[in-house]
């Protein structure tokens, strides 16, 4: 059994296959009752074809730690957002950034930002995808407001069709987004914008697309506030699961 | 000079500093009038800290090559939303997720999935994060609808305390989420939820916190339909950028 101060799931006593909810000292639900014992939907559990391929046993799927209401929806791709600000092209660093649909993306930015009256006035913005090598250029555009630095000294600055969203011209992918609207958060602004135009570097492109491995992104996560690597491709998409197309196992279970 | 069927910049005949932009024929914008030369931003040009660190000519970033409106913003984490759907639980392949607050998270969903209705109707879902060796899982889940299919049957599937948005047991990480928003976009629903409770395998934490490393995400880019492994951590966020704080070259322009 874990302890921490967490709630757990552990097997329960006796038990072979069901498990129990057991609630352990928790600093994000101390003033919650104990709940009591939950079962696991185990009548749903049937044999099935992942279990050799996942090579996990039952047991390690049965312990999960509850992390109260963590967001773990990373890696994030790390982005530079430019706008105009007071006249001025500015640049802030931003990994909570989201894909609406195929056209359109989203940015979280906290209202304390001085970028997001530049965006808001505007209604133009543009995301730029830095590598790893300028990790501290990035970095440092998130250590330090844009009210005191002139953030737009450490790049190449240059406009697209928009004329109003600076695009870096170190990074090897630049896009010019149109504001279309804001969702209003307590704290945060997201913006959520068309993309009207992006920009690569001839380098990162291979047969004429964007191939990541060349862009190198700077991916992040929040828990340990971490840059990472992008790693290896592996696999296709709309592609690899076919080898379980036709499987009996699964389809002749459908409805 | 670069031949495609893109729009692209070159360097301008005979000039040093300027570069001009020169239409190709495009696929994208194929019933655009050709643009007339666009100069960039070169008076913002300075002497930049950053140049020796990128070791990047001036010529390469006077190249850029313009893509039409591509989204570029990837890789993005490729997830397995969770959903009661006519009573039944139902999981689908989303990569186009976002984070909008800390607390809050978005996932832009196509119309036609199955999966819509039940989030409606239940008002709640769930995010899990699959692992690499969960690819082909992963990926079937894209492949077939669950109108057709119990991709239930997939997994070793449990609920938390939300009740209605079932959990996948063989992903490292899942998150039960509320539903507090939809925002509609012409073929796509965007889901907005709010984080409620956040499951682990104790397997993927490091002194208590979630380690990608040991998660292992599934990352996912568009332009070639591919997954990718993580790569490796390698820098510190707000921090690595300190090194260049107080440098004059950057701080003292400030206003």
């Not at 195929?102 to 995301?127: D, P, Q």
């Not at 291979?206 to 862009?215: L, P």
Request: a positive charge; charged letters at 25%; hydrophobic letters at 40%.
């Amino acid at each position: 059994m874990i302890v921490s101060r967490t709630t757990i799931f552990v097997r329960r006593r006796g038990s072979r296959t069901n498990s129990a909810l057991v609630k352990a000292p928790s600093r994000q639900l101390s003033h919650a009752r104990p709940r009591p014992p939950d079962e696991w939907d185990f009548n749903r559990r049937v044999s099935f074809i992942c279990r050799r391929d996942l090579n996990r046993t039952l047991e390690e799927l049965q312990m999960k730690i509850q992390l109260g209401a963590q967001n773990c929806l990373y890696p994030m791709p790390t982005t530079l957002v430019g706008a105009t600000v007071e006249g001025k092209p500015n640049f802030v660093t931003i990994a909570h950034v989201g894909i609406m649909d195929l056209g359109s993306v989203s940015l979280g930015m906290a209202k304390a930002h001085y970028t997001n009256a530049g965006i808001k006035e505007s209604r133009t913005f543009s995301i730029n995808l830095p590598s790893t090598d300028m990790v501290k250029e990035t970095d440092y555009c998130g250590l330090v407001s844009g009210k005191r630095v002139d953030k737009a000294q450490l790049f190449h600055v240059f406009y697209g069709n928009l004329k109003t969203a600076p695009l870096v011209a170190e990074c090897p992918i630049s896009m010019e987004c149109k504001l279309i609207k804001v969702v209003d958060f307590p704290k945060h602004d997201v913006f959520i914008g068309e993309i009207v135009t992006t920009y690569a570097d001839d380098a990162v492109l291979t047969d004429g697309a964007v191939d990541y491995g060349k862009v190198r992104p700077l991916l992040f996560t929040m828990v340990d506030q971490s840059y990472w690597m992008l790693g290896k491709r592996f696999a296709k998409a709309w592609s690899i699961g076919k080898e379980l197309k036709g499987n009996k196992s699964t389809e002749a279970v459908g409805k």
